[in-house]
């Protein structure tokens, strides 16, 4: 059993896994601890109630065989059978919420200590009391509310382990009874005894480990629903290698149904060997237009195409195969320089990572690092400043040489020469007729656009040649021209 549970959770690991990161790229968020719900359907099959559950239907063959030394034991042994199946009802109907609810508040405490972790140095910088406390209160409750839900199954397994042994020597009361009035033998009565025993064991080892089958029934049920959720990917037919050609008509996006929209009919296009900036206001929408165009955001109405087919014609996989994306905020994983730029792969190409790296002029910092590209970094990584991270980052995004490029906010923490470093990058995305869209502030990072447009309010306000729409718009066009031409960071 033990075997027959791992090998279920070996089947499963991987749909798992790729949907719980669907649902938290798309930001649907996911059923609570749906990672452990493998590993409490594992540990139920390794557990003794399986067995036992087993056993349960051998429990009428045993009270039948009683029935045949005398019907007094029998009918005896049946009443307490019921009681104890009451008993189990019982359990089930009083802690599945409480232990629902355990659960809950765990994962609750659980997920604001990885976020803790991971804000730590904001924290440890600003006092950790005000976080402390706040953890050890969602602690305490949850550990509150699982020992409720562990008094009751406690308790009912407690009771069904007495009247199981009070049940035991009430059949040999009686046994002894009919033993002195010759109706049975006393072999029979130990007989009774013993196949009472074995009826009624599976059921109270039942009840007593309760906690473990509702755990794993949960689980079980978030699996489902979790992996029913997902997208059908694997059977989509894999189309060819797209051109950089981008189409987005009335693109309108809605966070919650009732809500003003994130993106009202926005519409661009963008043909091999361009780049488009997309600029605005904090709130415009920028960002979003950014997690729509690499597939995190399915848009409400309108669509967006790359060389003609809609995103989700393309598997995800895929589809980050061919739009390379730097998103706004910048996140490393714990693993060495390689492993980042090479997106995790578990046997990277030490050409492409190379390529990558001297693509976005990371090349020489890389190497000044203690172990070159095979330093170990991570998310909370001391070695590389905010503007090293991002160029490492944009690496990451041109490692599979995609035909389009999605920039969110791209030199937020670049120095002069970072930004040089991207402007190189977008200048050659262009020459090997890619495309680039940049999502910025910065006037110094749409100098090597061709069209910008403009978002306010989640609305077009402008789109156009670059040059038209500076002219129109920006009332120091001449002065934004200028740094242009000389590539001066603003």
């Known amino acids: 059993m033990a075997r027959a549970g791992a090998h279920i959770q070996s089947q499963l ?21 749906s990672l452990h719900d493998l590993d409490a359907v594992r540990s139920f099959f390794s557990s003794p109630v399986v067995l036992a559950l087993f056993d349960v239907p051998w429990t009428p063959f045993f009270l039948a ?65 005000a976080a402390s406390d706040r953890w050890v209160a969602a602690q305490d409750k949850a550990v509150e509310q699982s020992l409720r839900a562990n008094d009751w199954t406690g308790s009912f397994g407690s009771f ?97 149904p009732g809500e003003p929209p994130i993106l009202h009919k926005v ?18 929408g920028k960002t979003t237009l950014a997690r729509a165009i690499v597939g995190l955001v399915r848009p409400t109405a309108g669509g967006i195409r790359l060389a003609g087919a809609t995103l989700d014609q393309y598997s995800p996989e895929r589809l980050g195969q061919y739009i390379g994306y730097l998103p706004q905020d910048i996140r490393l994983f714990d693993g060495t320089v390689t492993d980042n730029i090479a997106q995790l792969e578990r046997d990277p190409d030490a050409r492409r990572v190379v390529a990558a790296a001297r693509k976005a002029r990371v090349h020489d910092i890389i190497l000044k690092l203690p172990g070159g590209y095979d330093t170990i970094i991570g998310s909370s990584d001391a070695q590389l400043s905010g503007g090293q991270k991002q160029r490492l980052a944009l690496a990451r995004a041109v490692y599979n040489d995609p035909a389009l490029l999605v920039l969110d906010e791209p030199n937020s923490a670049l120095d002069n020469e970072g930004s040089e470093a991207l402007n190189a990058v977008v200048l050659a995305m262009k020459a ?53 031409k000389s590539g001066v960071s603003a």
């Open 13 to 33: 690991n991987a749909p798992v896994f790729r949907s719980v990161l669907q649902r938290a790229a798309l930001r649907h968020g996911s059923p609570s601890g």
């Open 267 to 284: 519409s661009l296009d963008l043909a091999p060997g361009e780049a488009i900036g997309i600029i605005g206001r904090s709130g415009s």
């Open 432 to 484: 090997e007729g890619k495309g680039v869209v940049i999502m910025t502030h910065c006037p110094t990072a749409i100098s090597a656009c061709d069209k910008l447009l403009v978002l306010e309010g989640g609305k077009v306000a402008g789109y156009g040649p670059r040059d038209d729409i500076i002219r129109s718009l920006m009332k120091n066009a001449g002065d934004i021209q200028r740094l242009f």
């Open 65 to 129: 065989a009683i029935f045949i030394f005398h019907p007094a034991l029998g009918w005896l042994a049946l009443a307490g059978g019921a009681i104890l199946i009451v008993i189990a009802i019982l359990n089930q109907f009083l802690t599945s919420r409480k232990t629902a609810e355990s659960m809950r508040l765990s994962c609750l405490a659980h997920r604001f200590s990885r976020q803790a972790e991971e804000g730590g140095e904001l924290i440890w910088a600003q006092g950790i009391g």
């Open 160 to 256: 069904s382990k007495a009247f199981r042994l009070f049940l035991q020597s009430a059949v040999l009361a009686v046994g002894a009874y009919l033993v002195l009035q010759n109706q049975i033998t006393a072999g029979a009565m130990i007989a009774a005894s013993i196949l009472l025993g074995r009826a009624l064991a599976p059921i109270e080892q039942s009840i007593s480990q309760w906690q473990v089958v509702q755990r794993a029934r949960t689980g079980w049920s978030g699996i489902g629903t979790l992996l029913a959720s997902s997208n059908a990917e694997d059977d989509r037919t894999q189309l060819p290698p797209p051109d950089a050609k981008l189409d987005i008509r009335s693109l309108s996006v809605v966070a919650r």
